[in-house]
């Protein structure tokens, strides 16, 4: 079963960097597949920020590609986020998780998740 | 871009109802489709993929239905566990795009 956990600061200034790290256990981030960072304001609905495979290659929220670095470090298991130039608006809770395309090459859904961890972004 | 919506926006029901949410894309999906469900400060939970397919585990009286533009997720008879948020998520192409949520509440 895979198990997954965000961490990072809970508070960022605005126009800083934002950084998360995803840890991955139960299951090798090498054996392939895909991985996700979710976000949700707090009271609204989900945003799908971006997806890496474990070779590197990165997908991308095109409303927020300019902004967003998404990076793999297979040695640690951890896949880790990047969001620049934060504002108030970018202030949610921040899912991890594993995106399964359920027979298909190519990933469709989340299946497994992270437990969330919230970002606020205030001075 | 692909946008999805739902309706109703929220509804009430009491323990045994049927509830039928449904989902609707901007442009035709074929069935890359899925629900979740989310308790507040949980994660959510994917309960169906490709439109109309249970996940391992999930009880069955969540069933999901449609093609195209149009899916439904009906709960056939609620229980108390099930009130919680409801999305469905579309995820082609390396895109992925939820729609707003439906909130079954007493």
């Known amino acids: 079963q895979v198990q997954l956990r965000e961490s990072g600061p809970g508070l960022v200034k605005p126009s800083e960097t934002l950084s998360l790290t995803c840890s991955v256990s139960g299951y090798s981030i090498n054996s392939g597949y895909y991985w996700a960072w979710i976000r949700q304001p707090p009271g609204k609905g989900l945003e799908w920020i971006g997806t890496i495979y474990h070779s590197g290659n990165t997908y991308y929220n095109p409303s927020l590609k300019s902004r967003v670095t998404i990076s793999v470090d297979t040695s640690k298991s951890q896949f880790s986020l990047k969001l620049s130039s934060v504002t108030a608006a970018d202030t949610a809770e921040f899912f991890c998780?594993?995106?399964?395309?359920?027979?298909?090459?190519?990933?469709?859904?989340?299946?497994?998740w992270g437990q969330g961890i919230l970002v606020t972004v205030s001075s | 871009d692909i946008q999805m919506t739902q309706s109703p926006s929220s509804v009430s029901a009491s323990v045994g109802d049927r509830v039928t949410i449904t989902c609707r894309a901007s442009?035709?999906?074929?069935?890359?489709l899925g629900w979740y469900q989310q308790k507040p400060g949980k994660a959510p939970k994917l309960l169906i993929y490709a439109a109309s397919r249970l996940v391992s585990g999930v009880p069955s009286r969540f069933s999901g239905s449609g093609s195209g533009t149009d899916f439904t997720l009906t709960i056939s008879s609620l229980q108390p566990e099930d009130f919680a948020t409801y999305y469905c998520q579309h995820g082609n192409n390396f895109l992925f795009t939820f729609g707003p949520g439906t909130k079954v509440d007493i």
């Open positions: 998780a594993h995106a399964e395309g359920f027979g298909d090459l190519f990933p469709h859904y989340f299946d497994f």
């Open positions: 442009q035709g999906i074929a069935r890359w």
